[in-house]
């Protein structure tokens, strides 16, 4: 069958199984949007405000979904919008297709001669992809698209980007279908690594089991939760991996490094033996790494062998699927008992329960209305670590922050994602004055594609993460935090068709809240923070876990 390029993708897209596709036309893939508007009882297309927030909605609806997020965005300018987005993905371990147009080769070649809206957006997202192609030949096509979707969800998933010049889409070409993708095999842990590890966990008498995002991604709770409660080991997580045990687990400690915890940070410092499974330790984890877990053997599992000893050294590295290798242990190990490292862990937390302030009572009270089912958003700064202190996440993949690249402005594109994956669900963004105003033209993209939202805006009035290192590092020099912004949230809300409320206190934070949720209608709470409430406990950057700071 002859087909235009452009009718070849989106045709390769539905046979990858996509059913959701977020983009913004230009006149470089104008032949693209063409062919979808031609299959749109097929394929659902999102139209964000701005491409960066396409991006993060593609990025929202892969974490929720499990699926590969696909944005389409034109040549120059709309390409280099998704830059973040992409690197966002790649920072988190994100499956996600990017796929932009560009100056025609034929023709007349117009690459290469600083065309009108020309980039080198190949070039520009080598680093921060799994891989990038240019589609120069319409008879590859279709299995490149194929093939940007194996790669994209093979092994460590990440973003893959298709670069198509104006004529390939224009093109036409006798259609094959590339066949539906899939993921490529995973070799197996090593059963004799396993069978050390099983040794080394025997003789322990403090152990720790530390999951990061990789369990989340190998969708691997049930096999974490059963190896924890098996060996009777207490569990602490990193910012990514916080969802893959239930917060009321009471083996649960919560999550670990500059943020976390005090009970997560002293089993850290007190453990004897560290199973680290799905994390790259990164410095919010592990600040002075020389003293990370320094009483410690560290069993390091991970599906990327590149993050073997990059970070902290490991004595026993386990390649391999966090799912295959934590059941792996399990299929080799004895029910055993740590009462006593429990009780000494237990103890610590009695004499150093964690702090609370008014935007802890806001998250319980974000809990009690939305239900154990809601997805939790968040952007970046105090209100991120204290959604990830505070709010009792019980559910895998109930959780969407960016944590590698910590990208302010992520949060409401990434709401909008979410809400497409799983419109029977309550959606809440988490954010603060400083992340929102960054992208709150998302807010557009929630009414116009009836993909409702509710927005809790911490509101201090100032760029508070920055604030608080300027007040503990720099002398209380608050230099350019204080933004001063005469913002309205609530007539910012209605302009865009949406509903807005103002909370200065707890009850009228609930009773807004109930409001919004009942609504059906993408809602803005305008929430009052102090600009100098603080987020503690907090390790400084570059210390140990023997250097918490609590107040």
Known sequence: M???????LVQALIEQGIDTVFGFPGGYVIDIFDALHSRADELRLIVPAHEQGGAHAADGYARISGKTGVMIATSGPGATNL???IANAFMDSVPLVCITGNVPLKPVNMMGRDSFQEIDIRGVTLPITKHSFLVTDIAKLAETAREAFVIAHSG???PVLIDIPKDVAAGVCEYVSPGRFAPRPQKPPSDDKLRQAAELLKKSERPLLFCG???VTANASKELTALAERLDIPVAASLMGLTALPAGHPLALGM???????????????????IAAGTRFSDRVAGDRRRFAPNAKIIHIDIDPSEFDKNVICDLPIQGDAKAALAGLFSLLPPLDHAGWLREIAAFKTRHPMPEGKAARYLRAV???AGSDAVIVTDVGQHQMWTAQHYPFEQPRGFITSGGLGAMGFGLGAAVGAKAAAPNRPVVLITGDGSFHMNMAELAAAQTENLPVIVILFNNGVLGMVRQWQSMFHQNRHAATTTNRQTDYVKLAEAFGALGFRAENEEQ?????DQALLSGKTCVIDCAIGPDDMVFPMIPPGKSGKDIVYE
Do not use: S, W, Y
Not at 256 to 274: F, K, Q, W
């Open 509 to 513: 934070f609930e009773k807004a809240l």
């Open 367 to 369: 809990r009690a209305a």
């Open 256 to 274: 670990i490094g500059m943020h976390g915890t005090p009970a997560a940070n002293v089993a850290g410092e007190r453990c004897d033996l560290m």
């Open 2 to 8: 002859q087909m235009t390029g452009a009718q070849i």
């Open 83 to 85: 830059v973040t987005g």
């Open 213 to 215: 995002g990789g369990v």
């Open 156 to 158: 460590r998933p990440g």
